[in-house]
């Protein structure tokens, strides 16, 4: 059974970057799709990003498009979501979660996998 672990979060200013990382304990995360999501105040969870397993093929949401970038980093075991550019709107809890299937792209939006493999989440605020 996976154990997701999400690092990297903190404070930064607008226009900073942060790199996430999405690790499991058993080292078997290469053969999981992962997709990021994040939930702020108030707000509903949203996908952020997702790479597929199966091609490698990446998704994102309008609006960190050019801004974030997913990857996966097979020695590591790991996929790290790098994010360039923060805004103040980005502030939130990160997750990331894992499926067999692909990336659930709906009309552009990455979609939340039916999975139960979600780690505990890392806070990201961006603010001066």
């Known amino acids: 059974q996976l154990q997701l672990v999400e690092s990297g979060g903190g404070l930064v200013q607008p226009g900073g970057s942060l790199r996430l990382s999405c690790t499991d304990s058993?080292?078997?995360?290469?053969?999981?799709?992962i997709g990021w999501f994040r939930q702020a105040p108030g707000r509903e969870r949203e996908g952020v990003s997702c790479?597929?397993?199966?091609?490698?093929?990446?998704y994102y949401a309008d609006s960190v498009k050019g801004r974030f970038t997913i990857s996966s980093d097979k020695v590591k075991n790991a996929v790290d979501l790098q994010m360039n550019n923060l805004k103040a709107e980005d502030t939130g809890v990160y997750y990331c979660?894992?499926?067999?299937?692909?990336?659930?792209?709906?009309?552009?939006?990455?979609?939340?996998?039916?999975?139960?493999?979600w780690g505990q989440g890392t806070q990201v605020t961006v603010s001066s």
């Open positions: 058993g080292s078997r995360l290469n053969s999981y799709t």
């Open positions: 979660a894992a499926d067999l299937i692909d990336c659930l792209v709906v009309r552009g939006k990455v979609h939340a996998f039916p999975t139960d493999y």
């Open positions: 790479i597929n397993r199966r091609d490698g093929k990446t």
